[in-house]
Structures are given as C-alpha cells and as structure tokens.
C-alpha cells in the first residue's frame, strides 16, 4: 500500500539566505524536517527540476517540487485486538489500555501490542512513526493514553509532551502512610548494576513528580499522582525511592509488600494483585488543530476497585 505525497511551491524571497530543508518544514509544518530531509536525500523533493542537497543555501525565487509514493511500514502487522476508544477525531485517538497489554513491540513481545492493535483499527497510522504513538505506558498501568492520526498532530504532541504543557494524571496505591502530598524532584536513569531497571541517581534526567492524598487506607494510601516529566517508570521509580512503593510493583517494591499491621486477610488481598496498582485516570491537552483544550477522563479497572474496596473493610 501506498500513498502518494505531492506539493509545489516557490521560494519567496524573505527565505533568502537559509537552508532548503529548513524552509520546507516552514512553508509545510505537516511534515517534519528530518522526513523532508530523506525526501530531498532520495531525490524525490527537487529545487528547479535538479536534486540538491538538504543544506542548499536559497536565494528566492526557486521552484521547489515534490512527489513521492510513500510505502507504509510494514515492520509489523496488524492485529485484530480490541481497543477500548475513550474519544477520537480526525486527528487524535485516545485509547484505555488495560493493563497487562504491551504498548510497542519488543524483545519477548514481538506481537499482540497495542501498535499492532492500531494498525488494524487505523490502516493509515502505518505511515507515522510508533503508528502514532507518542507516549507509552508499562505492561502492567493500566489507564488513558493518546494517539496522533496524522502527522501534524504527531509533531504537535510530541512537542506539547517536550514542553510539558500536557497534563497527565494517576492513581498510584501505595504501601505506607505518607504525611501529606508533595514534589519529588530527584534525577532518574539506568540502575548502575541492573541495566533493567531505572533508579534515582546523580547522572540520571531531571524527573518531577507531584504527588496529593486521595485516602488513607490503614497502612496504605491512595495517591493522585501528577506527572510534570515523563522518565521510564517514572512514577515506581519516584514513590519507591519514598520508602513509599506501589502495591504489587514485582520491580520497585518487592522489598516492602505490606504495611505493618496488615491482617492476614489483607495480606492476602494484597499479596493476590498480580500488577502495580497504578492507573493513568486523568489526561489533557490542546488540541494540535482545533486549539482548545480536551480533558478527558477513564475509571479504574475493577481489579483495582475491588483491592480498594477489601482494603477499606473494618476501617
């Protein structure tokens, strides 16, 4: 399959002076530089009737073409996997991933994902990168994510998430009694001896979480978590270094499973989450065409009520 992309246009003169692939990505924002630079690379986009290079200094006045028959990626293949849709338009898809559902494929994961589950729902996403994708979420947190329809939408996002102007909200159910809300600002990088892991440490990317107490649960407490970065395991990595980790995290939280005090019948509750108990409920962001802010919401899985309604018992 193939779509084809065609444009023609003439340079005006105030772009004397700048480069060819600079001024492209200007006069057509829907696509970015580095995907005008491989069209000019492969010869399809021409200044004059002549192939020319990305850094080709303009004078004004140039006739800049293009045609192109873009090939969709086919990389990978898509996949009859049911989404839960939480809103859509021309431009955006916002999907509630329930946990346990890979997001992109990988090592040991090669299908069943939500890309190859994007690629079936909306064959045209197999023309952008991720299909789309421009944020992710674990395997195991369950909740709303957003998907970019075309590109201008994509680039649109992506720059929104860069300049932390989306907000992105959770719930995070963890061991222990926090005093109140707060700010965790401690950098985030590779664990120096577990490669698989994330940890705080001094080399690591500035990572800010804002944190709020939704309820106390006798011994464990139900955040609102509030992401101002968007680091690899951000949120467990964060909590965790907090002496406060997530319940049910296998990764972060192994070495404190329980709250003092929990009674056997808790403990088993507990102990039987298969999943870190983190759901992305909460997500806003402007609107890449319409320019106006969409706030949307999702309700927690039951798995996840029900672990709170057993820890509210006797309480």
Do not use: C
Request: hydrophobic share 35%; glycine share 8%; proline share 4%.
């Amino acid at each position: 399959m193939t779509k084809i992309v065609t444009f023609s246009e003439r340079i005006l003169g105030i772009y004397s002076g700048s480069r060819l692939d600079y001024v492209v990505a200007q006069i057509f924002p829907e696509h970015s530089r580095n995907h005008i630079k491989n069209w000019i690379l492969l010869g399809a986009l021409t200044m004059d009737g002549k192939s020319v290079k990305p850094s080709t200094i303009l004078k004004g006045g140039e006739l800049i073409e293009l045609y192109i028959e873009e090939q969709e990626n086919k990389s990978n293949e898509p996949e009859d996997i049911p989404l839960s849709i939480v809103w859509e338009d021309e431009s955006i898809l916002v999907i509630d991933k329930p946990y346990g559902l890979v997001v992109h494929p990988g090592a040991g994961n090669k299908k069943g994902t939500v890309l190859n589950a994007l690629l079936n729902y909306e064959k045209d996403l197999g023309y952008l990168p991720r299909a789309g994708i421009v944020h992710r979420l674990d395997k195991d947190t369950s909740g709303i994510m957003m998907v970019a329809k075309t590109e201008v939408a994509y680039l649109n996002l992506v720059n929104q998430l860069k300049e932390r102007t989306v907000r992105r909200k959770y719930l995070a159910l963890v061991v222990g009694s926090p005093i109140s809300g707060g700010i965790i600002d401690e950098p985030i990088g590779r664990h120096p001896v577990n490669r698989t892991k994330q940890s705080v440490i001094d080399s690591g990317k500035r990572a800010i979480t804002e944190y709020k107490i939704k309820s106390r649960l006798g011994g464990y407490t139900l955040l609102s978590v509030l992401l101002k970065t968007g680091r690899t395991h951000q949120i467990r990595v964060h909590l965790s270094f907090k002496k406060f980790p997530i319940v049910g995290d296998k990764v972060y939280g192994i070495k404190k499973r329980f709250a003092p005090g929990t009674s056997e019948e808790k403990k088993r509750f507990v102990g039987e989450f298969s999943r870190q108990a983190l759901h992305a409920q909460a997500l806003s962001f402007i609107h890449p065409i319409k320019d106006k802010e969409i706030s949307l919401s999702t309700e927690l899985p039951n798995d996840f009520k029900n672990l709170i309604k057993n820890l509210e018992k006797d309480l």
